[in-house]
T-cell receptor
Framework: GENVEQHPSTLSVQEGDSAVIKCTYS??????FPWYKQELGKGPQLIID?????GEKKDQRIAVTLNKTAKHFSLHITETQPEDSAVYFC????????????FGTGTRLQVFP | GAGVSQSPSNKVTEKGKDVELRCDPI?????LYWYRQRLGQGLEFLIY????????KSGLPSDRFSAERTGESVSTLTIQRTQQEDSAVYLC???????????FGPGTRLLVL
């Protein structure tokens, strides 16, 4: 069945450095790719999303890139801060323009001051 | 405004007992989702309600799991004859009409002894 693979599972960076998290998806019909941040004891929160008609989207220190041909997308966080420490999940919708999401297994990001 | 709320926040039960988990979506949101998140893992889709359409139950792991939704408001996830492997965080999310962003509640942490 359809799946989303996410790497790495853990990532440690120094404050101010950049962090990159990568995901691949299997359903070629997927056209919506959100990223969620989950802090300890809380539900996931959307931080950025991208649709298949664009290759890159940026929001301040966060950017997402999408390569439809290779079926992978990445989250880039620049100038990391300790408050960026959390678990990050990528997701892809299951089929064209559907609302159901398949989530990756998560990346635990630790930013050390 | 008020976000998605879930109750109880924590639930400890004995193996074999039934449990009911409640989700109050954001007012006006037509879509409602339930997910299961085992410790250190990603989000596993359980069930999806969209307006008055028949729910998508394709993610329910067994017939011990069921969910209902009253119109476009509160939803209840019921787990009958709980097993230890049911221990997890159960997350609820809702979405407004014609939008794919899912807004998550804080989750219910279920522990089956």
């Amino acid at each position: 069945g359809e799946n989303v693979e996410q790497h790495p599972s853990t990532l440690s960076v120094q404050e101010g450095d950049s962090a990159v998290i990568k995901c691949t998806y299997s359903d070629s019909a997927s056209n919506y790719f959100p990223w969620y941040k989950q802090e300890l004891g809380k539900g996931p929160q959307l931080i950025i999303d991208i649709r298949s008609n664009v290759g890159e989207k940026k929001d301040q220190r966060i950017a997402v890139t999408l390569n439809k041909t290779a079926k992978h997308f990445s989250l880039h966080i620049t100038e990391t801060q300790p408050e960026d420490s959390a678990v990050y999940f990528c997701a892809a919708n299951r089929g064209y323009n559907t609302d159901k999401l398949i989530f990756g297994t998560g990346t635990r990001l630790q930013v050390f001051p | 405004g008020a976000g998605v709320s879930q109750s109880p926040s924590n639930k400890v039960t004995e193996k074999g007992k039934d449990v009911e988990l409640r989700c109050d979506p954001i007012s006006g949101h037509t879509a409602l989702y339930w997910y299961r998140q085992r410790l250190g893992q990603g989000l596993e889709f359980l069930i999806y309600f969209q307006g008055n359409s028949a729910p998508d139950k394709s993610g329910l792991p067994s017939d011990r799991f069921s969910a209902e939704r009253t119109g476009e408001s509160v939803s209840t996830l019921t787990i009958q004859r709980t097993q230890q492997e049911d221990s997890a965080v159960y997350l609820c999310a809702s979405s407004p009409p014609n939008e794919k962003t899912q807004y998550f509640g804080p989750g219910t942490r279920l522990l089956v002894l």
